[in-house]
């Protein structure tokens, strides 16, 4: 089936626009300097976008205000008006994505790392009020909650982050292992009220980065019927820079093996690396991923990577707006 006149509904779970727009207060949502533009989603069939607030290390010590301007970037330059996309916030919006007669694109938060909450798990709230609907608790390093993937230590939760975990547990706050320390993910596997996920993570058993997820830990998101978003982040997919789209295949037939054909979804990291996959340069290049999935999976395997298997999950556990 040709996807070249009307892209199939995307979801896309990662993404760095916002950080490189709050470095750099002169881009606006069509700048070429970004990956993920609101002319790339609409050519690429995106039909959700997440979008990470990640704290970067040129950006100064991190505080709330670095994530309040990130949250404040996305309202007036990316949702609203002047982007153009909607706010996923409830559990009743989720079903609207894949509506055939609707052609919006919707944008949800993710905080990729707590170290802008300054040590207090309720600053949580503010974030859920603000709109935030996941939380990774790291990022590759060691910060008041958890440790990262790069901590040699490798150690889980301090007390902190156990009762930050508990705070998004009450709120219905969705909790992403990537880049969690090995130790982190098995804890937070173990204390989290509802499924989580890996929002950019590969398989290591394909190619050993430690950002990649080892069989056990793929396996216990399968069970637990969480998400594993793969990404097209060069460095996770083999040694050399630049590879070929079709090494993307690899990861996906290893977790359909391991038993998780229906958890599979994407997260590209758009804008959070400087090379590229070939042929996997923006979100509009989504069609040509699908053209390549069509070769060596079914189609209705294909359309729940692109897209519904990430929208159930939504679906399942997004916080409903009438409680």
């Not at 050519?43 to 205000?65: C, E, R």
């Not at 990130?70 to 990316?78: A, L, N, T």
């Not at 694109?105 to 503010?126: K, R």
């Not at 508990?166 to 982190?184: A, F, I, T, W, Y």
Request: aromatic residues 8%; charged residues 20%; negative net charge.
């Amino acid at each position: 089936m040709s996807t070249s006149h009307q892209p199939w509904p995307v979801a896309d779970f990662h993404c760095d626009v916002l950080s490189k727009m709050m470095l750099n207060s002169a881009l606006d949502f069509n700048h070429p300097e970004l990956d993920v533009t609101h002319k790339r989603l609409q050519a690429g069939g995106v039909k959700l976008q997440t979008f990470a607030i990640y704290i970067p290390a040129g950006a100064g010590n991190p505080g709330i205000d670095h994530v309040a301007r990130q949250i404040q970037i996305f309202r007036e330059k990316i949702a609203g008006p002047e982007g153009g996309l909607k706010t996923l916030l409830w559990r009743e919006e989720a079903e609207q994505i894949v509506q055939p007669d609707r052609r919006d694109i919707w944008g949800v938060l993710s905080l990729e790392g707590v170290d802008g909450l300054e040590g207090n798990p309720f600053y949580a709230d503010l974030c859920f009020a603000l709109g935030v609907r996941f939380i990774g608790l790291t990022w590759n390093f060691a910060n008041w909650a958890a440790d990262g993937v790069m901590e040699r230590r490798n150690a889980a939760l301090t007390n902190k982050g156990r009762e930050l975990v508990q705070r998004c547990n009450e709120l219905g706050l969705l909790l992403d292992v990537s880049h969690l320390s090995e130790k982190g993910f098995w804890e937070v596997m173990e204390l989290s009220a509802r499924p989580p996920i890996a929002s950019h993570s590969n398989a290591a058993a394909v190619f050993p980065h430690p950002r990649n997820l080892n069989d056990e830990q793929i396996k216990a998101l399968i069970i637990r019927n969480g998400r594993i978003g793969l990404t097209f982040v060069p460095m996770f997919l083999q040694e050399k820079s630049s590879p070929p789209m079709s090494r993307l295949l690899d990861h996906l037939e290893h977790i359909c093996v391991l038993g998780g054909a229906e958890h599979i979804m994407f997260g590209s990291d758009f804008d959070g690396i400087k090379e590229h996959v070939i042929g996997l340069e923006h979100p509009g290049c989504y069609l040509a991923l699908t053209e390549l999935l069509l070769k060596h999976f079914p189609e209705g395997l294909v359309k729940k990577w692109l897209c519904g298997s990430a929208v159930s999950y939504l679906q399942e556990n997004l916080p409903n707006q009438c409680n």
